[in-house]
């Protein structure tokens, strides 16, 4: 007999222990998920299409319907700021870098088209080389700029790019970090 709300319910011993086994299952389930999502958001922090700290973040919410959890409301609120926070920031990191070493708008152009195309046709060397040689040839060709101007430019866009994905990936292992002490 189980009291649930001043009602009382019988319930065979098998069908308790059936009901533990389920909530156990989904548990279990849960942390595949969230262990799927956070590998996909360490892959999002070097791939330009797939938004690794948001997806890492939802992690950390499929976590919260987990029992026993130790992840406070305060810090999936902290963590989704956060997650937002740096997903913006690394927009404008290599605009600023192009810019700052000198690069105009083509270049900047030419480092996420350099970015994308690296990433399609040469993983993984194209995360590196990819932004570089885009700024370079942008620079270069559209807006006729001298090599050593190009060049320049070209490794702004490339510390950019690497700043940005670092930012990125110390966020989601932080919040793989989080995720797995707090199971």
Do not use: H
């Amino acid at each position: 007999i189980v009291l649930c709300n001043t009602k009382y319910y019988i319930f065979k011993k098998s069908t308790i222990i059936d009901l533990f086994a389920y909530i156990r299952a989904m548990d279990l389930l849960f942390v595949i998920l969230g262990s799927l999502l956070l590998i996909v958001g360490i892959v999002g922090c070097f791939v330009p299409v797939i938004p690794g700290p948001i997806i890492a973040y939802f992690a950390l919410l499929v976590l919260k319907f987990t029992d026993g959890n130790e992840l406070s409301n305060r810090w999936l609120w902290i963590f989704g700021a956060l997650a937002i926070t740096v997903s913006l920031i690394d927009n404008i990191i290599p605009v600023y870098a192009t810019k700052k070493y000198g690069g105009s708008r083509a270049g900047v152009i030419g480092t996420f088209v350099g970015l994308v195309i690296g990433l399609l046709f040469f993983p993984p060397f194209g995360f590196i080389f990819g932004p570089f040689l885009g700024a370079f040839a942008a620079e270069l060709y559209i807006q006729k700029s001298e090599i050593k101007l190009a060049l320049r430019a070209a490794y702004g866009s490339l510390i950019g790019v690497l700043a940005g994905s670092f930012l990125k990936l110390a966020l989601v292992l932080w919040m793989s970090y989080i995720f797995y002490i707090a199971l």
